[in-house]
């Protein structure tokens, strides 16, 4: 049974960084393509960034290059996602995704998802 499993979320003050984890289970890691989405409230669900984790290319949304950086552990079958200088409009469920795909950001490419973890950003 596939699992991921983020964490890592929480509140933060504007200009803070946070690290979320994607801890996956259940596949060959190696095989998949590895995604962080964000849903904020009201708003659709974005694609932040993907990681080809057996060659370890990295695909970002225009808007998140900068200041977030998707990587992976293969040894802990983990992706991480640092987030420098938060804004309040990062505030957000972030989401991992993994499947048998390219670097892709759309979500409906991605079969299995987390449940997500819960980022605040107070102004």
């Avoid at 040894?75 to 200088?85: E, I, P, R």
Wanted: hydrophobic share 35%; glycine share 10%.
């Amino acid at each position: 049974e596939v699992q991921l499993v983020e964490s890592g979320g929480g509140l933060v003050q504007a200009g803070g960084s946070l690290r979320l984890s994607c801890a996956a289970s259940g596949f060959v890691f190696d095989d998949y393509a590895i995604a962080w989405f964000r849903q904020a409230p009201g708003k659709e669900r974005e694609g932040v960034a993907c990681i080809s984790t057996n060659s370890g290319v990295t695909y970002y949304a225009e808007s998140m290059k900068g200041r977030f950086t998707i990587s992976s552990d293969n040894a802990k079958n983990t992706v991480y996602l640092q987030m420098n200088s938060l804004k309040p409009e990062d505030t957000a469920v972030y989401y991992c995704a993994a499947d048998e795909v390219g670097l892709l950001l759309h979500q409906d490419e991605y079969r299995y998802w987390g449940q997500g973890t819960q980022v605040t950003v107070s102004s």
